[in-house]
Nanobody, 118 residues
Framework: QVQLVESGGGLVQPGGSLRLSCAAS????????MDWYRQAPGKQRELVAS???????TYAGSVKGRFAISRDNAKNTVYLQMNGLQPEDTADYYC????????????WGQGTQVTVSS
């Protein structure tokens, strides 16, 4: 069983930065396609950033140019660097791993809260 644990959330002022981390247990991290999602209060969960096997990251239009997803397979960790944060970025952020050799089995973390406020 794979466990994903997010960290790095918190309170930040508008224009500030945070780096979220998502650490995976087990030895299959290199087989996981990693995504970051977020869910704001009263809204549906949305895909923020994706890092597929070809390494070509993609982003939601609302965060493109401000957020960057990366991974370190040696540390079993995926990151989300968030710059230029705005109040509308306030949400719970979740990482998801999809195992492409296990019938696209999905694993979710428990989430980390990001609040952007002055």
């Amino acid at each position: 069983q794979v466990q994903l644990v997010e960290s790095g959330g918190g309170l930040v002022q508008p224009g500030g930065s945070l780096r979220l981390s998502c650490a995976a247990s087990g030895s299959i991290f290199s087989f996981l396609i990693m995504d970051w999602y977020r869910q704001a209060p009263g809204k549906q969960r949305e895909l923020v950033a994706s890092l597929p096997r070809d390494g070509r990251s993609t982003y939601a239009g609302s965060v493109k140019g401000r957020f960057a997803i990366s991974r370190d397979n040696a540390k079993n960790t995926v990151y989300l660097q968030m710059n230029g944060l705005q109040p509308e970025d306030t949400a719970d952020y979740y990482c998801k791993g999809t195992h492409y050799l296990r019938n696209w089995e999905e694993y979710w973390g428990q989430g980390t809260q990001v609040t952007v406020s002055s």
